[in-house]
């Protein structure tokens, strides 16, 4: 939805008339089964979903509720069973890993809840990490790392490594990681779930701040208060999809 | 990601793993330093066996008498037998039975003790012809050698090997000065130029007499039998002429055929080819079980790079989360393990190189090092970082991303 006043949250695509431009994400009856031998694990069951572009959308749900296996792949790191993803009108659902890779690489920025720094590197040095597998020369990296540091507010911290930095700014080193490639889509999973709760307010802001700046973000949690900081809550339960009730538009 | 950049982030790994790394290089460094030693210490015996033959004479043949086999069944050794005598030699120096043969150089020797100056010296007694000097490539470093009326007459006269010289007489000359061999005394009339060890032993320690005199006084048992013959050829050009000259003379003289031969004759040649066979032999024996060493090395680089793709999980499922392809992944890991072996190689041609600077001096063998080798050395130890690699870097790369992130 790209209207603040859309009548109502869910998760099918808007009425037709108000889609002027594709979604970021179009999900069509995604299915995912998991066969461990003999027992056939059925984690989605036929999840449509559809972010537009700018939209601050929170995907919560109890665990094993299915909502990490969605996450995998919208953030393009496993496919779909059945059913269509398109990303940007793409559809990557049928890709093979290094068109997954390459994917991964230029339209989606990854905030993970374990940070997922590597220690042995300085924070500049951690944010570049994405533009190096895209190919981007070293001069260019280093300024689009300072720039997206700098975004974070961490423009004095770029050449402190992760364990020289509280868990808030840890986290906020792996935001400027994920904004570093300019993507179409952030993708947070589980952001503050290693951060007190001074770093989640300060995590969340950011998260505000960027949807403010026009950023598509799909922020998933199991923590209900963190869910309500989108501005468009959806809920997972066994598999499928559904608009959270009494969410605000 | 270019392979620059992939070098570097192997070069990083590395650092960040200092003693691990060390440790891992240490193995492959072990491994190609003893290879290089091991073929060094081979080559540098090979030449040296092949110099030190050279010295035995030019165009020498050498015939040895054949061995006895006792009634039990025990066989003695070469030139035990008594085949061969002072008048086969004298046939062999008949130019018409043998026209490519130039001299020759019958020859008997034994242990035996010489006294003299106070001292006594147990050497090497050699009983030959004047002609000795000349098919054996020596030469008189001061005096004379025995002339051949001294040969015909039975002289007690003895030519001495520089060190005998110097062992009994000291630096005062021992020309003109007198020793008792067995109970017979004898005049020292020269001293040999010394031309240092060879395959045949120490031709610095030995004393030398006419072959009559030897007969006579120091091994009256052997008669006119002689233990081998020295014999030279013309030229290089006709040492396999002088070659079939000998054999034939010698088994029509003896009445045998080539399968019961009671001699043996050997060119120069074919003794070079036998010591370089066998010294060739023992260094692929050493470079082998130098090369299973660097085999270890390279299992532990193996090692190590799969105790890196498990402890690094997270990373590498970081990685491809954010955009490393599986072929990314697999170049990080290959270069890594690449990296190690050539490292590990380098640090080994150095402590080759330096190995062969002092062992040398400490084995008193030479140790040939040669570029070959060491360009060897370097693409061997490349080889088995990247054959060490390829496991650890593909299960790496198949690695999926999920499972990588969520792992503890």
Same mark, same amino acid.
Request: aromatic share 4%.
């Given at each position: 939805?790209?209207l603040?006043d859309a009548?109502?949250t869910h998760?099918l695509?808007?009425p037709?008339t108000?889609?002027?431009t594709?979604p ?5 009856r ?13 984690a989605?069951r036929?999840?449509?979903l559809s972010v ?5 959308v929170s ?7 299915g909502k990490s296996t969605?996450?995998?792949?919208i953030?393009?790191?496993d496919?779909?069973t059945t059913?269509t993803y ?6 990557v659902?049928r ?6 890779a390459e994917i991964r690489?230029r339209?989606?920025g ?6 997922n720094?590597l ?10 990490l994405?533009?190096v597998y895209g190919?981007v ?9 300072l ?14 490594r992760?364990?020289e ?5 840890q986290?906020?080193v792996?935001?400027a ?8 889509l952030?993708l947070a999973?589980e952001?503050?779930?290693?951060l007190?709760s ?6 969340l ?5 960027l949807h403010g700046?026009g950023?598509?973000i799909?922020?998933i949690t ?7 900081r989108?501005?468009?809550a959806t809920?997972?339960r066994?598999?499928?999809?559904s608009a959270?009730?009494g969410?605000v538009a | 990601?270019?392979?620059?950049e992939t070098?570097w982030?192997a070069?990083?790994?590395?650092r ?5 790394s ?7 460094l072990i491994?190609?330093?003893a ?7 081979g080559?540098g015996?090979q030449?040296s066996?092949?110099a ?6 030019s165009n020498l043949?050498i015939v040895?008498?054949g ?7 025990l ?5 035990s037998a008594t085949t061969?005598t002072a ?6 120096g ?12 019958p020859?008997?020797?034994t242990?035996s003790t010489?006294?003299?100056?106070g001292?006594?010296w147990?050497t090497s007694?050699i009983?030959s012809?004047p ?9 008189i470093a001061?005096?004379r050698?025995?002339?051949t009326?001294e040969?015909n007459t039975?002289?007690p006269?003895?030519v001495l090997g520089?060190e ?6 000291g630096a005062r000359?021992?020309?003109g000065?007198s020793?008792t061999?067995?109970s017979?005394?004898f005049t ?5 130029a ?6 045949g032993?120490d ?7 006419p072959?009559t005199?030897?007969a006579?006084s ?6 006119t039998?002689v233990s081998s013959?020295?014999l030279e050829?013309?030229s290089?050009a ?7 000259e000998a054999d034939n ?6 009445? $045998?055929? =080539?399968?019961?031969?009671?001699f043996? /004759?050997?060119?120069q040649q074919?003794i070079?080819a @036998? +010591?370089?066979t066998? #010294?060739?032999t ?5 470079a082998g ?5 660097l ?17 690094r999980?997270r990373?590498i ?5 954010l955009g490393?392809t599986?072929g990314?992944i697999?170049r990080q ?6 990296l190690?072996g050539?490292a590990g190689?380098?640090?080994g041609?150095?402590?080759g190189v $330096?190995? =062969?600077?002092?062992?040398p001096?400490? /084995?008193r ?6 570029? @070959? +080798?060491?360009?060897? #050395?370097?693409?061997i ?7 060490a690699?390829?496991?650890p870097?593909?299960?790496a790369?198949r690695l ?6 969520r792992s503890e």
């Amino acid at each position: 939805m790209t209207l603040p006043d859309a009548p109502s949250t869910h998760a099918l695509p808007g009425p037709a008339t108000r889609v002027t431009t594709e979604p970021i994400l179009r999900l069509e009856r995604v299915g995912k089964t998991y066969s461990t031998g003999a027992v056939t694990v059925e984690a989605l069951r036929g999840v449509d979903l559809s972010v537009e572009a700018g939209e601050f959308v929170s995907i919560s749900g109890p665990s094993g509720s299915g909502k990490s296996t969605l996450m995998h792949i919208i953030g393009c790191l496993d496919v779909p069973t059945t059913g269509t993803y398109r990303l940007t009108g793409e559809d990557v659902s049928r890709m093979r890993e290094d068109q997954l890779a390459e994917i991964r690489n230029r339209r989606i920025g990854f905030v993970f809840q374990q940070f997922n720094l590597l220690p042995t590197m300085s924070a500049w040095r951690n944010v570049e990490l994405p533009l190096v597998y895209g190919g981007v020369p070293r001069a260019e990296r280093r300024q689009r790392a300072l720039e997206a540091l700098a975004k974070v507010g961490l423009a004095d911290r770029v050449d402190h490594r992760p364990g020289e930095l509280s868990g808030g700014q840890q986290q906020r080193v792996s935001v400027a990681r994920a904004l570093v490639t300019d993507p179409q889509l952030i993708l947070a999973d589980e952001p503050t779930g290693n951060l007190d709760s001074r770093s989640t307010e300060d995590v969340l802001n950011l998260f505000s701040d960027l949807h403010g700046q026009g950023r598509t973000i799909v922020l998933i949690t199991h923590e209900a208060d963190v869910a309500a900081r989108a501005r468009r809550a959806t809920v997972m339960r066994d598999g499928v999809l559904s608009a959270a009730e009494g969410a605000v538009a | 990601m270019t392979w620059l950049e992939t070098l570097w982030t192997a070069v990083d790994a590395i650092r960040t793993r200092r003693m691990r790394s060390a440790l891992t290089m240490l193995g492959i460094l072990i491994g190609i330093a003893a290879v290089m030693l091991t073929v060094g210490l081979g080559q540098g015996a090979q030449q040296s066996v092949a110099a030190q033959i050279d010295k035995l004479g030019s165009n020498l043949l050498i015939v040895s008498a054949g061995s006895t086999t006792s009634l039990s069944g025990l066989r003695g050794g070469r030139g035990s037998a008594t085949t061969l005598t002072a008048a086969d030699a004298a046939m062999l120096g008949d130019r018409e039975v043998a026209p490519d043969i130039a001299a020759v150089a019958p020859s008997s020797q034994t242990s035996s003790t010489l006294v003299g100056n106070g001292t006594n010296w147990t050497t090497s007694v050699i009983g030959s012809t004047p002609s000795w000097l000349s098919v054996r490539a020596r030469s008189i470093a001061s005096g004379r050698f025995f002339t051949t009326q001294e040969l015909n007459t039975s002289e007690p006269v003895v030519v001495l090997g520089a060190e005998t010289a110097s062992d009994i007489f000291g630096a005062r000359g021992a020309v003109g000065q007198s020793v008792t061999i067995g109970s017979q005394p004898f005049t020292v009339i020269g001293v040999l130029a010394t031309v240092g060890s060879t395959v045949g032993g120490d031709q610095d320690d030995l004393a030398i007499v006419p072959m009559t005199t030897y007969a006579a006084s120091i091994s009256p048992s052997s008669g006119t039998s002689v233990s081998s013959i020295y014999l030279e050829a013309r030229s290089s050009a006709r040492l396999s002429a002088a070659y079939q000259e000998a054999d034939n003379a010698l088994l029509t003289a003896h009445g $045998v055929n =080539a399968t019961t031969a009671d001699f043996s /004759l050997n060119s120069q040649q074919s003794i070079v080819a @036998t +010591a370089t066979t066998t #010294a060739r032999t023992l260094t692929v024996l050493l470079a082998g079980i130098a090369a299973i060493s660097l085999l270890v090395g390279g299992i532990g680089v193996m090692n190590i790079m799969l105790v890196s793709v498990t402890e690094r999980i997270r990373e590498i499922g970081l990685r491809k989360a954010l955009g490393a392809t599986p072929g990314a992944i697999l170049r990080q890991f290959l270069t890594e393990a690449s990296l190690l072996g050539v490292a590990g190689g380098l640090l080994g041609i150095a402590l080759g190189v $330096v190995g =062969a600077m002092v062992l040398p001096s400490v /084995l008193r063998q030479p140790v040939t090092v040669s570029t @070959t +080798a060491a360009l060897a #050395a370097l693409v061997i130890s490349l080889v088995i970082g990247i054959v060490a690699g390829v496991y650890p870097a593909t299960r790496a790369a198949r690695l999926s991303p999920i499972d990588a992130l969520r792992s503890e």
